[in-house]
C-alpha cells in the first residue's frame, strides 16, 4: 500500500521486510530480499542520476569536534543507548539467547521490553517468559543508570537556562519550533498531558529537564519504565490514569507505526 511505502522510506529494509510488511521472519530470507531491494534501488538511482545529468557529492567525512566549549554535565545521547545496549546483552548472556543487534535495540526503546523479546528478538513467546525476561533487563538498566543523576548533576531548567546563555553553549537537546507553545496552550485549556517512555525514570528527568520541557511534565505525569508497564499500550493506559481521562477519550502523539498499532488496540487516537 501507498502508505506503507512512506513508512518504508524512513525504515531500515531489515525492519520493512519482517515487522511492517510482514513477508518473513526467516533471517536469511530477510537478507536475500534486502540485498535485492538495495541492488534495485542503486540501478534505478544510477540511471536516474544520468538521465536528469544529476551531480552527487559524497557526504564530508566527519571531523572531530574541536569544540572546547561543551558542557560535560549533559548526558550523551549514545550513552543512554549503551545502557539499553549493554543491559540486553546481558539479559541475552545469561539467559542464553543470541544477542540483539544495534537496530533491535532501537526497535525495543520504542516498543518496551515485553514485545521487543517476543516479536523484535523472537527469544520466546510465552508470556511468562517472556515477562521474566523484561524483569531482568528491567533490573540491569536500574542498576546500570543509577549513577545517572550524581554523573549528571540535573540543575532547574532556570539554572540551566541561565548558565547556557552565560557561556554561550546552545541546548543538548533541540525541542521543535513552537513544541511548547503548544503544549502550554493545551494545559491553558485545562486539556492535562502525559509523557510517556521506555527510558529509566531519572533518564526521563534528566531529558526533560535539559530540554526545558519538565515545568509541562509533573512527576506523576510521566511514564517510564519504573511504572511497570511492559507493553506500549499499557504505558498508554497508564497515561489515561495519570491524567484521569478515558482513553478513547486520549491522543497520542508519537512517530511510530507501532504506537499507531498500540493506540488502536485501547481505542485511542494516534498522530504520527
Known amino acids: 500500500a501507498l502508505e506503507e511505502i512512506q513508512l518504508a522510506v524512513n525504515l531500515d529494509a531489515d525492519d520493512c521486510i519482517k515487522r511492517l510488511f510482514k513477508w518473513t521472519s526467516d533471517d536469511q530470507f530477510v537478507a536475500d530480499i534486502a ?13 536516474y542520476i544520468k538521465k536528469y545529468n544529476l551531480k552527487v557529492e559524497a557526504a564530508a567525512p566527519e571531523t572531530p569536534s574541536t569544540d572546547t566549549t561543551s558542557n560535560k554535565n549533559l548526558p550523551d ?56 525476561l523484561a524483569r531482568k533487563y528491567n533490573e540491569i538498566v536500574d ?37 511548547a507553545k503548544w503544549i502550554k496552550s493545551l494545559l491553558d485549556v485545562e486539556m492535562p498531558c502525559a509523557v510517556i517512555s521506555y527510558l529509566d525514570r531519572e533518564q526521563v528527568d534528566v531529558l526533560l529537564e535539559q530540554s526545558g520541557l519538565a515545568g509541562f511534565f509533573a512527576r506523576d505525569k510521566r511514564v517510564s519504565h519504573n511504572s511497570g508497564y511492559n507493553r506500549e499500550s499499557q504505558q498508554m493506559l497508564g497515561a489515561s490514569l495519570r491524567v484521569e481521562r478515558r482513553p478513547d477519550h486520549c491522543v497520542v502523539f508519537d512517530t511510530t507505526p507501532e504506537s499507531a498499532v498500540a493506540a488502536h488496540d485501547v481505542e485511542m487516537k494516534c498522530v504520527n
Not at 526497535?107 to 508470556?127: C, H, L, N, Q, R
Open 35 to 47: 540485498a535485492t531491494y538495495k541492488d534495485n534501488l542503486k540501478k534505478i538511482s544510477d540511471k
Open 143 to 179: 542498576r546500570a543508570s543509577a549513577g545517572l543523576k550524581q554523573t549528571y548533576q540535573v540543575e532547574p531548567s532556570s539554572q540551566v537556562s541561565a548558565a547556557r546563555e552565560e557561556v554561550k553553549i546552545p541546548p543538548f537537546f533541540t525541542v521543535a519550533p513552537g513544541a
Open 77 to 132: 545521547r549514545d550513552e543512554l543507548f549503551q545502557i539499553a545496549f549493554n543491559s540486553w546483552v546481558e539479559v541475552a548472556k545469561s539467559a542464553g539467547y543470541e544477542s540483539p543487534t544495534s537496530d533491535q535495540v532501537l526497535y525495543a526503546m520504542t516498543v518496551g521490553p515485553d514485545d521487543a523479546i517476543t516479536s523484535g528478538f523472537e527469544w520466546t513467546v510465552d508470556p511468562l517468559e517472556a515477562m521474566d
